[in-house]
């Protein structure tokens, strides 16, 4: 169950042997079914997940009522709201499991202990933020200067996963568009 975490960290962090093994062992197993909730908005963000199989959504609510879908992690990947998780502030967006998932996760207090007292666990942080600002920078500019066209066919380029793997009504939200809009654009493609 481990195997997966353990090369993600391995291959941004070099960390010795005793390290990674307490690092490791700060990390719970958690099986959760389709549509269950891991982080719920409301609440502060107390836990950091790595999917090791399904898949997570993290997802917030519009005034209207309606859900906007910031992201998806797939396998090999960690999911945390993480202005939430760094803060200390409520979550204004929740996380689901779109799958039955496998998952690991972490909480805050043990994850920033571990910053503090394993050396190369901040590199490893360090990596994971820059590596977030990155992909957040990137949607946002995506969604400010392409068409939903050009999104959709940036999303199979770079993430087909969530094309091939999610219900549409998934698909379109994530790329801001009506499920028609979504239709038009695959038969056009």
């Known amino acids: 169950m481990y195997e997966q975490l ?21 990390f719970k197993p958690l099986q959760v079914k389709k549509n269950a909730l891991v982080a719920r908005i409301g609440e502060p963000s107390r836990r950091m997940f790595f999917v090791n199989t399904g898949c997570l959504r993290v997802c917030f609510i519009k005034p209207d009522g309606r859900e906007v879908t910031r992201r998806f992690a797939f396998e090999n990947s960690f999911s ?10 409520l979550l ?15 909480d805050r207090l043990d994850f920033y202990d571990l910053v503090n007292t394993i050396p190369g666990w901040d590199l490893f942080y360090r990596s994971f933020l820059e590596y977030a600002y990155v992909t957040n920078t990137r949607r946002l500019e995506d969604f400010i200067t392409l068409s939903a066209r050009e999104r959709y066919r ?10 091939l793997r999610l219900p549409n009504k998934l698909v379109a939200n ?16």
């Open 80 to 89: 945390s709201s993480l202005t939430s998780f760094i803060g200390g502030d």
């Open 6 to 26: 353990t090369k993600y960290i391995t291959d941004r962090s070099p960390l010795k042997e005793e390290h990674l093994q307490q690092v490791l062992a700060a």
């Open 154 to 163: 940036l999303l199979l380029d770079e993430n087909p996963e969530v094309v």
């Open 92 to 106: 204004k967006e929740s996380t689901q499991a779109v799958e039955p998932s496998e998952l690991l996760y972490i």
């Open 174 to 189: 994530y790329l801001n568009i009506t499920q028609e809009a979504l239709s038009r654009i695959k038969s056009d493609s």
